[in-house]
C-alpha cells in the first residue's frame, strides 16, 4: 500500500495541498468525496472543493461504503477526502447521538475504517485527507467525544500505515514522520 496522509485543521488547505499531490503523481485519478450537502453552508463548501480540483478526474461521491468507491475506473491514485466526513457519516448511520459509543464498539469501527482505507488503496497510490482532532478542545457532548476519539486513533493508525504524511496549518505543508511515532 502507498499511503500519504495529509492532516489539518478546518480551512487549513489540506484539500488543496492533497490535490496538488495527487496532480503531481500524474496519471488519472480517482477522486472520493464524503462530504454531504445537509445545509446551503455545507453545499458551498462542497461546491469550493469542486472548484478546486482537476475537471477531468473521475469522481465518485461516497459518503459511507469505500468499498464502492474503490471499485469505480482504474486509476492510478485515489483521493479520499475526507476520512473524517466518512468517519462521522458512518457514526450517523450507526445511530448517531441516540447509539451507545462504548470502547469496544468504537474499536470495531476503527478497525473497521483501517482495513477499509487499505482496501482502496491496494495496487495504487492513496492520498487521504483527514482533521486533526488532537488540537482542538475536549467535545462537551458524549457522542462529540466519541468521534473525536475515533477521529483521533483512526488518523493514528493511518499515519502508522503511511510512506509520508503532513500536517497542513494556515497553508503551510509540515512533514511528518509517521513511522517514527508511538504504536
Given at each position: 500500500?502507498?499511503?500519504?496522509?495529509?492532516?489539518?485543521?478546518?480551512?487549513?488547505?489540506k484539500?488543496?495541498?492533497?490535490?496538488?499531490r495527487?496532480?503531481?503523481?500524474?496519471?488519472?485519478?480517482?477522486?472520493?468525496?464524503?462530504?454531504?450537502?445537509?445545509?446551503?453552508?455545507?453545499?458551498?463548501?462542497?461546491?469550493?472543493?469542486?472548484?478546486?480540483?482537476?475537471?477531468?478526474?473521475?469522481?465518485?461521491?461516497?459518503?459511507?461504503?469505500?468499498?464502492?468507491?474503490?471499485?469505480?475506473?482504474?486509476?492510478a491514485?485515489?483521493?479520499?477526502?475526507?476520512?473524517?466526513?466518512?468517519?462521522?457519516?458512518?457514526?450517523?448511520?450507526?445511530?448517531?447521538?441516540?447509539?451507545?459509543?462504548?470502547?469496544?464498539?468504537?474499536?470495531?469501527?476503527?478497525?473497521?475504517?483501517?482495513?477499509?482505507?487499505?482496501?482502496?488503496?491496494?495496487?495504487?497510490?492513496?492520498?487521504?485527507?483527514?482533521?486533526?482532532?488532537?488540537?482542538?478542545?475536549?467535545?462537551?457532548?458524549?457522542?462529540?467525544?466519541?468521534?473525536?476519539?475515533?477521529?483521533?486513533?483512526?488518523?493514528q493508525?493511518?499515519?502508522?500505515?503511511?510512506?509520508?504524511?503532513?500536517?497542513?496549518?494556515?497553508?503551510?505543508?509540515?512533514?511528518?514522520?509517521?513511522?517514527?511515532?508511538?504504536?
Open positions: 500500500m502507498a499511503l500519504t496522509l495529509v492532516l489539518g485543521g478546518i480551512s487549513s488547505g484539500s488543496r495541498f492533497a490535490v496538488g495527487a496532480e503531481a503523481a500524474g496519471g488519472d485519478v480517482l477522486f472520493v468525496a464524503t462530504g454531504e450537502a445537509s445545509d446551503p453552508e455545507m453545499e458551498e463548501r462542497i461546491a469550493a472543493h469542486r472548484r478546486e480540483r482537476p475537471s477531468r478526474w473521475l469522481l465518485v461521491e461516497e459518503p459511507v461504503d469505500l468499498t464502492r468507491a474503490g471499485r469505480a475506473g482504474g486509476a491514485a485515489v483521493l479520499l477526502d475526507s476520512v473524517d466526513g466518512w468517519l462521522a457519516n458512518r457514526m450517523e448511520r450507526a445511530g448517531g447521538s441516540a447509539a451507545a459509543w462504548g470502547r469496544d464498539r468504537l474499536a470495531a469501527l476503527e478497525a473497521e475504517c483501517a482495513s477499509a482505507v487499505a482496501e482502496l488503496a491496494r495496487g495504487r497510490r492513496l492520498i487521504a485527507v483527514s482533521s486533526e482532532v488532537g488540537l482542538s478542545p475536549v467535545p462537551l457532548h458524549p457522542y462529540g467525544r466519541a468521534f473525536a476519539d475515533a477521529l483521533g486513533r483512526v488518523n493508525r493511518l499515519a502508522a500505515l503511511s510512506d509520508e504524511a503532513f500536517l497542513v496549518v494556515a497553508g503551510v505543508p509540515v512533514p511528518l514522520h509517521p513511522r517514527g511515532g508511538c504504536r
